[in-house]
Each structure stands twice: as C-alpha cells, then as structure tokens.
C-alpha cells in the first residue's frame, strides 16, 4: 500500500503546482444589494473555451481561478438584468472587481458563447453535462459520479442530497419506470447534453404545492440536438480467454411524437443489468398511495431465501438480457407508455461462513456450493390522458413473473457445548410467483380553490416456494415423522395468494393562497390464502404424508382499515407546517383450525410536518408521524413453516399490530459559489407491542414463534455529508453514517435485549481536469458492533482516467480491503483492480478496447451479519482474473 499512497501524493502534489490567479468581486444591483445567484464566466479568448465560472453567494461574491498572462472576456448576467461583459488580462497578481447589475432585458442567449455549468431555476438544479465531462465517460454513470452533489452508489442507484432518486427520465419521458440503474448502466454518455435535477417532484401538476414533496427527486436527461429524431447507441461485442464473452447492442430514439429504447446484454463475466434485488424491488413507478394514511400493511414475500449476490461478485455468472421501453402520444392530451423486461442468469456461488449463537456461544461453520437459475419476466403498461389543465386520468399495470430455482451442498460442522459434530447437507429451492399490480388515478380541479385526486390500487400476487432438504440427522422433532431412515429428506410446499385493494378519496380546498387543507378518505383491505404441506421421502422413495395438523396450514385472513385523514398546510414566512391526523376503524380475521379470530377496534394517529426554507438552497424539515405496523397472513399461520433446515417456524394467530413513533431531522444546502453541498439527517424510531420473536435453540437449529413484546425496540439512524469544490479543479468531500438498534426477543425462555450499531465514514478527494489525468483517492471504514462482537473493514481506494492524445481513454479502479474483528481471530487481506484502455478517434464511430477485471487475481471477500440471535461471518469467492477484447460500434 505504501507504493500506491506515494504515488497519490506525488500526482497531487504536482497538479496543486498548477499555477492560477484569483479574479474575485462582489455583484450587486444598482442600489448596492448584492445579488445572489448571478452567473459568472471567464471565456479564453484564445481558445474560445470557458476557463472558469463562478456563481454568486448571499453576499453577491464571486470568485474566477484563471490563467495567467492570458487575455478574458468576462461575462456577468442574472434574469431580469442587463448582462455585462469586461475584458481581464492577467499577470501574476490577483484581482478585484466589482460589478454593477442594472434592470432589462439579458443579452440574447445565442451571445452567449459557452453555457454555465450549473444553474438552479426554481426546485431545478440543471447540469450542463460537457463541463464536466473530462473524454473517458461512455455512459450516464460515468458522468453522474463527476457532477457536484451527485452520487452513484453500488448498485447504480443515484443519490441527490443523500435522498434516492426514484424516477429517471429522459426527454421528459420515463426510463423503465422504477428503476435508475438500467440507466446509470446504458444511456451513452456523448448524447448527454444536460441533467436536471428535479427536487419536490411531484408527477401530478394539480397537486404540485399542495402536497409535501421534499423527499421526492427525479431527474430528467436531455439529449443534444443530434441525437433527437434519430436512432443512436451502439453495438458492443467482445472476447476473451477461458472463453469470456460479451455482446451488449442497444438502440435508442426520441422525437416529440414517440420514444423507443431496446437494451440486450448476453455475458459470462459478471455484468447482471438486472439482479434478483433489482427485480424484487422493482417498483414501476407505482408509489405509497397510503403514506398519510397512518397504516404500515406491508405484503411480504415468501421468497425462500434464495441467496443474494454481493455487488454482483460470484464464483461464476452468466446471463442474457433484452428490454424495451417505449412511450407514444397518441394525441396532444393522450399518451402510452410501457416497457417488457427479460433476464435469465445462472450463477454459482460458494461460501464458507460461520454463525455464532449470541446466548449460548455455539457455533456452525460451514462450506457451500449453490447453483441458482433465475428467469426473471417485468411487463408494464400506461396511459395517461389529459385533455386539459384541469383534468387528469392515470392507468398503469404492471405484472412480474419469475422462475428460481437453488441447488446447495454443504458441510456444515456444529460445536454445541463444546463437542463438534458434522454432516453433508443438500438443499434445494424452487419458486415460480408472480403478481399484477394495477393503479388508476384521477385528478380534478373543479376550480382555483378546489382539487379532487382519486387513487386505486390493486395487487393480486401467488406464490408457490418448494423447500428440500436431506440431511443426515433428524433436525426436528415433527408429528408423524418417521426416524430411523439413513437419509432424512424433508420437502415442504407452500401456496400463497393475495388480492389487497387500496382506494382513498383527498379533497384539496386553498383556504388562501399560501393555506390549504386535505381531507382524506380511504380504505386498504386485503384477503390472503396460506396452504402448506410437510412430507417426508423414505429411504425406499416412498412418501410419508405429515397430515397431524402441526405440519399444514390451511389460513384465510382479512383485513381491512377504514380511515379518515384531516391535514392543514399553512406557508408563513419562511417556514411551512403541516399538521394532521386520521381516524381509523380496523377490523382483522382468520380462519384455521376449523375456528375464526376477530380483532376490531379504533385509533387516531397524529402526523406533523414542518418546513423551514433558511435560503434558497437551504432547508431543515422536520417529520413526525404515529403509525399501526400490522403483519400480513405469514406471522399467523400455527403449523409448521420450514424456514431453513435448521429453523422452524410456527406463527401465532393472536397477534396484534404494533406502534410506531419516528421522528426525522433534514438539512440540505448547497452552495453555487464553490459547490459546497452539505446534507444530513437524524432519524429516531420508537416501536411498542412490536411483533418479536420467541426462539427455542438446540445447538444451531432453532424453534420460533411470533409474540408482541411487551418492550420497546428502538432505532437511531444518521447521515452527514459535507463535499465542495476547491479553486478550479479540485473537490474533497467527508460522508457519515451511524444506525444503532435495539431489539427485544425470547431466547431459550429468557428475555434479551440485543443491541447493534454500524457506521461507516468515508473521505475522498479528487481533481477534475479537461487535460491532465483525474486521479480521486479516498479511505472508508466501516465498523459493525453486534452486541460486543466487531466486525472492521479499513478499505483505501483510487480511481485515474485520462483521455489523451485525442483518442486513447485509460481508466483504473483499486480498493484495498483489511476484514478484521475486534479480537483478529478474523483477518484477512485483499484488493481488487479493474482497468481499460480504449481507442477512439474523435469522429469514428469504432472503439477498440481491452479491458481487465480483478487483475490482481483476488479468490474471495468477506462480509459479515447480524439476526438478533447470532453473527455471522463470511468468505465468498469470485470471479478470477479476465481479460476482455472488445469493439464498439457507435449508431
């Protein structure tokens, strides 16, 4: 690692030799009020290229990093005032200026000769993508991670303000509604003209301002002149040894009329467009219609368990994917869109991980081999009409089918009170659910004081997981089993359907122009069927029914809330608030066991939001809410559910809902003078009568049933970033993050408080030249505490680009990780480094690249858990080393 710091700090201390001179003033109207927000840039009048801009403070200060003993025309403009325009030439020394801002007309955009790079124009924080594009970028993610403010994480979700962006777009059409990584991964960079960021967003103009949108972000691509009423992408093929391959061809069109993108990726190196993750959490745009309803009624999946991968790293990966979206105005007032997603993997996986049980200190280690094969299917279709301003009406459906199936081996060793036994153990998973979410919306403003919005929202899902597992010892004690056999194969099936129907009526009436209030009317109801079955197969293949009523379930459950919501919106000054309540009647039954259990009472739920807009780009809002958490048909059922081979779980259909209390803190501000953004948040939750967990263990296998706890869990979560720019090119930031859990179970009987608290802290800096190589260097530490067990991974990264020679693109990546717990019975170290080297003549549209992936031949990574009953520590290994030949083609 010393070798590589040196280097870093070789390269910074050559670019900070960089020479600059400071132009610096204040700009203010003609009656000395400093104006802020006024665009700034010095154009080269040389080169005719724009060397540096700056945009005014609160106080109307500026500031220009410039070339020395160079000549510059320095332009001043802010809307509604005459620009002015000053010719500067510099020596050595710097230089004040203060400028004067009359009222009138700007100067027509077209004398303008190069645009700012950032703009904000109301909620919209607008990119000008060529200032910050340095030659290597070939996709929006690419070009996202090098704009201030702007983050794209790991799984290519895209992070504003430390807030998720939740709908993509481009030329003002959705982009796979619900999800931003396809995106991230596809748009090329070059048709890229500008990114804008749309904070408050709300997709329905006639509740714009009538509703609290802070929390919502989405961002809209507009694309450069040349790639409008044309097809463009590209078509990408490549090779390498060990038989690696890619093909990725994707086309792309817009025009005002219609859009159509088609995105396909066949590989075995590692590239998944779409993760299991992905699909599951796979939105299509349908949004919480019920977030002020009170009610959390959340549908949970009975996925199995089917094993996830880490950033996409396995031992071994290959899948095919195909997507189109398209979106057609069948009028001015009547539009269609929609998009099909197709994507079959293969993966193989292989783990060794040990488990510890935090009351008594047994442990499980084992080694795994999965095989999993997933063929994923996401279909959506929408119509929007609106034939005036005043009328609206939404149809969406979206239906998602999939097929997985998991084959494990392992050799599991267990040390219970201090004697070590072992065994092979094959498991095997398949699932086939699907579902069809529909939503229909309408929206009327019967008059300027007057709004009606109606949302439907149905969900019909069914599921189907089958659970195998042969072991060598009988894990369970279950009625109607038979001992004796050389092989304990054990088989459960389960079949899952749920209809939920979410309507809610709001009625929006402006008290005055700055004070309205809602009133809201809903109901959530949702009918569920819960079959299972446990069998066993004999040695002699024969099949042995567990029919006893412990081993089956046969479950219907309703449950319906009723509510009405009241809230107050009221503007004073420079601050917001937004009290309310709702009333609700619940009303709860199931039916198992030949006998029904009925629950229905009411409650009153308080909410308040609060708002205080300090400047223009700076904001504290504060959010508190009481909310019902209620558990669906899963937690209620009393026979036998195999969780595991080694976990068994039994619900309890008396349960009831739990209470939540949460309490949340934000700050957002951003700074155009020098691009300093700093966000954050605190967030404190409270949850009483809380459905917990009820665990008997024998040595690893563990017994559990659901119960309301009679203690409070609570939770503690925070954020902090501070990042900003630096003279002309060079930005820093320092980013934050703690949660800390407290949670209350039965173990073996007794009562535990369990806690855990993770965080992580990042630092990394970075420069941002047109024509030197950018180098960012950064160091992470994430620390994890699991009830006095400490999990410590120190991980120092680099990334270089350089576009040189006007054809050559070179990029790096490195990350050096050192696992380690708190008493270094676990240690290990490893690194990872990707590279690529590209040639690509300015006005070519062919591309020739090598490019390699883990070079340094890294086997495995760790990560580690936490259940609330035990820890876990992993190693799982990876792709090896691969070198890719590939060339691309540009449309």
Do not use: C
Not at 358 to 372: F, I, V
Not at 642 to 664: D, I, K, P, W
């Amino acid at each position: 690692m010393q070798k590589y710091l040196l280097l870093y700090i070789l390269l910074f201390a050559f670019a900070s030799n960089a020479q600059v001179v400071k132009v610096e003033g204040l700009v203010t109207d003609n009656k000395a009020v400093p104006m802020e927000m006024a665009n700034v840039m010095a154009v080269n009048q040389e080169t005719k290229a724009m060397d540096s801009y700056s945009i005014t403070n609160d106080k109307g200060k500026f500031q220009l990093s410039l070339k020395p003993n160079t000549a510059y025309l320095v332009k001043i403009s802010y809307v509604g005032y005459k620009a002015v325009e000053l010719t500067i030439n510099t020596a050595s020394e710097s230089i004040v200026k203060n400028i004067t801002l009359e009222e009138g007309a700007m100067l027509d955009e077209v004398e303008i000769v190069r645009e700012m790079p950032v703009s904000i124009k109301g909620d919209t924080i607008v990119y000008n993508a060529d200032s910050f594009k340095t030659g290597t970028e070939k996709k929006l993610g690419d070009v996202l991670k090098k704009l201030p403010g702007v983050e794209v994480n790991a799984d290519g979700e895209i992070e504003v303000e430390g807030k998720k962006v939740q709908k993509l777009m481009v030329e003002g059409k959705d982009f796979f509604d619900g999800d931003t990584k396809l995106g991230v991964k596809n748009i090329p960079a070059d048709a890229i003209d500008k990114v804008q960021v749309l904070r408050n967003y709300n997709e329905v103009g006639a509740l714009k301002g009538l509703e609290n949108n802070e929390e919502s972000i989405a961002m809209n691509i507009k694309l450069k002149d040349g790639k409008k009423n044309f097809w463009f992408g590209d078509f990408t093929a490549g090779a390498g040894p060990d038989g690696r391959y890619l093909l990725n061809p994707k086309v792309f069109y817009y025009n005002p009329k219609y859009s159509i993108n088609v995105i396909t990726n066949f590989n075995n190196i590692g590239e998944l467009p779409l993760t299991v993750q992905d699909y599951f959490k796979f939105t299509g745009g349908f949004r919480s219609m019920m977030k002020k309803g009170g009610s959390n009624f959340n549908v949970s999946s009975n996925d199995l368990g089917i094993s996830l991968l880490r950033n996409n790293r396995a031992k071994e990966i290959e899948t095919r994917f195909g997507a189109t979206n398209f979106s057609y105005n069948i009028t001015k007032t009547w539009g269609l869109s929609g998009f099909a997603i197709l994507s079959s993997s293969t993966t193989e996986t292989e783990t060794k991980s040990q488990t510890v049980i935090l009351d008594t200190g047994d442990q499980q280690q084992s080694d795994e081999k999965s095989l999993q094969k997933s063929e994923l299917g996401l279909f959506k279709f929408s119509s929007s009409y609106k034939p005036n301003s005043k009328f609206q009406f939404d149809y969406d459906v979206l239906s998602k089918l999939s097929k997985q199936n998991e084959d494990t081996g392992l050799f599991r060793q267990q040390i219970v009170n201090n004697t070590a036994t072992s065994e092979d153990i094959f498991t095997g998973k398949d699932q086939s659910p699907k579902s069809v979410n529909q939503n229909l919306s309408m929206y009327y403003t019967q008059s300027d004081k007057n709004v009606f919005a109606l949302e439907v929202q149905h969900l019909y899902q069914d599921e189907d997981p089958f659970y195998n597992a042969n072991l060598q010892t009988q894990p369970f004690d279950l009625p109607g089993y038979l001992s004796g056999q050389a092989r304990n194969e054990i088989n459960q099936e389960r079949f899952v359907k749920t209809n939920k129907l979410d309507a809610k009526l709001d009625y929006y009436y402006m008290l005055t122009p700055k004070s309205n209030i809602n009133i809201t009317f809903g109901d959530t109801y949702s009918h569920q069927d819960f079959n299972s079955h446990i069998f066993q197969i004999l040695d002699n293949n024969s099949t042995n029914d567990l029919d006893e009523p412990a081993n089956n379930n046969r479950v219907r459950y309703n449950f319906n809330d009723a509510f009405l919501g009241f809230h107050y919106k009221v503007l004073s000054g420079k601050f917001t608030f937004t009290p309310g309540f709702s009333v609700h009647s619940y009303t709860m039954n199931n039916i198992q066991l030949g006998t029904e259990y009925k629950q229905d009472f009411f409650r009153i739920l308080p909410d308040f939001f609060a708002l205080y807009q300090i400047k223009k780009a700076e904001t504290l809002t504060y959010n508190f809410a009481i909310s019902n958490d209620f558990t669906d048909i899963n937690q209620l059922t009393e026979g036998n559910v195999f969780s595991s081979y080694s976990s068994l779980f039994r619900g309890n259909r008396t349960l009831e809902n739990a209470t939540s209390q949460v309490h949340s803190l934000r700050y957002f501000k951003y700074n155009m003078f020098n691009f300093e953004n700093i966000s954050g948040y605190l967030q404190y939750s409270r949850k009483t009568d809380a459905v917990k967990t009820n665990a008997v263990f024998d040595g690893i296998n563990q017994f559990s049933t659901p119960y309301n706890s009679n203690f409070a869990d609570e939770n503690f979560s925070a954020f902090g970033n501070y990042g900003r720019s630096f003279l002309r090119n060079y930005k820093a930031s320092l980013n934050a993050s703690l949660n800390w859990s407290k949670f209350n179970n039965i173990q073996n009987g007794i009562q535990r408080t369990t806690e855990s608290f993770t965080h992580s802290y990042t630092v990394k800096a970075a420069t941002i030249f047109k024509n030197m190589p950018n180098l960012e260097i950064g160091y992470n530490i994430s620390i994890n505490d699991y009830n006095n067990s400490t999990f410590i991974t120190d991980k120092p990264f680099a990334s270089l680009d350089y576009y040189f020679l006007k054809a050559f693109s070179f990029t790096m990546d490195y990350e050096f990780y050192h696992y380690h717990n708190n008493d270094n019975t676990v240690n290990n170290e490893y690194d990872f480094l990707t590279a690529s080297l590209s040639y690509q003549k300015k006005d070519s549209k062919w591309e020739f690249k090598v490019s390699g992936t883990n070079l340094l031949n890294t086997t495995s990574l760790n990560d580690d858990g936490f259940s609330q009953f035990s820890t876990r520590t992993s190693q799982y290994f990876v792709q090896p080393r691969y070198l890719l030949f590939s060339l691309k083609y540009d449309l």
